[in-house]
């Protein structure tokens, strides 16, 4: 049998279209507005208002500020900038290596506080710690800041440069990835940005999640309006139900599909949806319509890990397992079986 778990009949829940959307809306030809709304969201992250923070903190006079304004910080490094956050390596006396985040003041700040929110109340290893919290007066504003624990390392993305994990690295990705998610779970918080930006991979071969900043918490009202036509996500990792903004049914199995197609990815070497996809709409199509083929993996535990996939991957969230925790329960089935 594919499923090892309870399955619950939610017909025409998960995959409902909310509200008056028909089920082809989504699709350029027929709502050209919408799907340029959607194009701009997912180029930009904000629409079409704002400008960027390096704009308007030129690049040659970024380090002279972020040394004046953080003197506790040495050896301080760029990187990476955009429209909603500089980050920065430096060194802390009594912290060793940290990251600095300078967070644009056009971001939300209830959003920023949920994104610091969700990284302190999960308890886990494999999610870098936030070490202190404040605001700084900068040429744009007051914006908050964020210090945080440094992994030295390549993002999962960097990696999947070089080729597809070898069996070993994928069930050590696979363990650890699997762990975060479960705590996050028992916190009632759903990452819902699963994919290889956000996992880095530490010098010596371990995993860890990152940016929590669209994470949902269940114990709160949602930020997005639900009459969203489209909630926060990225094409080819997000489930139907959260890029369809359907928020009554949003949970930890969001994170499965993610993980599952990441997991996809790493084994195969290229992201099943994205693949040759004409543009994100029909990413989207093909998450909502297509089930990916069935791996093939050159180990023992390829049938079985084969199955996990396909269960993790089920368009339908009634057809994936019930909680992170099954799926990790299973994958450690595996694994001890190997």
């Given at each position: 049998?594919?499923?090892?778990?309870?399955?619950?009949?939610?017909?025409?829940?998960?995959?409902?279209?909310?509200?008056?959307?028909?089920?082809?809306?989504?699709?350029?030809?027929?709502?050209?507005?919408?799907?340029?709304?959607?194009?701009?969201?997912?180029?930009?992250?904000?629409?079409?208002?704002?400008?960027?923070?390096?704009?308007?903190?030129?690049?040659?006079?970024?380090?002279?500020?972020?040394?004046?304004?953080?003197?506790?910080?040495?050896?301080?490094?760029?990187?990476?900038?955009?429209?909603?956050?500089?980050?920065?390596?430096?060194?802390?006396?009594?912290?060793?290596?940290?990251?600095?985040?300078?967070?644009?003041?056009?971001?939300?700040?209830?959003?920023?506080?949920?994104?610091?929110?969700?990284?302190?109340?999960?308890?886990?290893?494999?999610?870098?710690?936030?070490?202190?919290?404040?605001?700084?007066?900068?040429?744009?504003?007051?914006?908050?800041?964020?210090?945080?624990?440094?992994?030295?390392?390549q993002t999962l993305r960097e990696?999947?440069?070089?080729?597809?994990?070898?069996?070993?690295?994928?069930?050590?990705?696979?363990?650890?990835?699997?762990?975060?998610?479960?705590?996050?779970?028992?916190?009632?918080?759903?990452?819902?940005?699963?994919?290889?930006?956000?996992?880095?991979?530490?010098?010596?071969?371990?995993?860890?999640?990152?940016?929590?900043?669209?994470?949902?918490?269940?114990?709160?009202?949602?930020?997005?309006?639900?009459?969203?036509?489209?909630?926060?996500?990225?094409?080819g990792y997000a489930p139907p139900?959260?890029?369809?903004n359907i928020q009554n049914v949003?949970?930890?199995?969001?994170?499965?599909?993610?993980?599952?197609?990441?997991?996809?990815?790493?084994?195969?070497?290229?992201?099943?949806?994205?693949?040759?996809?004409?543009?994100?709409?029909?990413?989207?199509?093909?998450?909502?319509?297509?089930?990916?083929?069935?791996?093939?993996?050159?180990?023992?535990?390829?049938?079985?890990?084969?199955?996990?996939?396909?269960?993790?991957?089920?368009?339908?969230?009634?057809?994936?397992?019930?909680?992170?925790?099954?799926?990790?329960?299973?994958?450690?089935?595996?694994?001890?079986?190997?």
């Amino acid at each position: 049998m594919l499923r090892r778990f309870q399955k619950r009949d939610l017909s025409g829940l998960a995959f409902g279209v909310p509200r008056s959307v028909s089920s082809h809306s989504i699709y350029p030809q027929a709502h050209p507005g919408l799907y340029l709304t959607l194009l701009g969201y997912l180029m930009t992250g904000r629409g079409n208002s704002g400008q960027t923070l390096s704009h308007h903190m030129p690049n040659q006079n970024t380090f002279t500020w972020i040394t004046s304004s953080f003197p506790e910080l040495s050896n301080i490094q760029t990187l990476g900038q955009g429209g909603q956050k500089l980050v920065f390596s430096g060194q802390h006396a009594s912290e060793g290596n940290v990251v600095l985040k300078i967070i644009h003041p056009s971001q939300d700040p209830e959003g920023v506080r949920r994104e610091i929110l969700a990284v302190q109340q999960i308890a886990t290893i494999r999610v870098p710690r936030i070490l202190a919290v404040g605001r700084v007066d900068t040429p744009i504003g007051s914006c908050i800041w964020i210090r945080e624990q440094r992994i030295v390392g390549q993002t999962l993305r960097e990696r999947l440069q070089a080729g597809p994990l070898s069996i070993d690295e994928l069930f050590t990705f696979g363990t650890q990835v699997l762990e975060a998610l479960a705590d996050a779970e028992k916190a009632n918080i759903v990452h819902r940005d699963v994919k290889p930006e956000n996992i880095m991979m530490d010098t010596n071969g371990n995993y860890w999640l990152l940016d929590f900043g669209i994470s949902r918490h269940l114990t709160m009202t949602p930020i997005t309006p639900a009459a969203h036509a489209f909630g926060k996500f990225t094409p080819g990792y997000a489930p139907p139900e959260q890029f369809r903004n359907i928020q009554n049914v949003i949970d930890s199995r969001a994170d499965l599909l993610a993980y599952g197609v990441t997991f996809y990815e790493c084994a195969i070497g290229r992201q099943p949806f994205q693949y040759g996809a004409a543009n994100p709409l029909e990413v989207l199509r093909r998450v909502e319509n297509d089930a990916l083929p069935r791996l093939s993996l050159p180990c023992a535990a390829s049938g079985s890990l084969s199955d996990l996939i396909s269960a993790l991957t089920q368009r339908r969230r009634d057809h994936r397992p019930l909680t992170v925790v099954d799926a990790q329960s299973w994958f450690q089935d595996i694994v001890n079986a190997k």
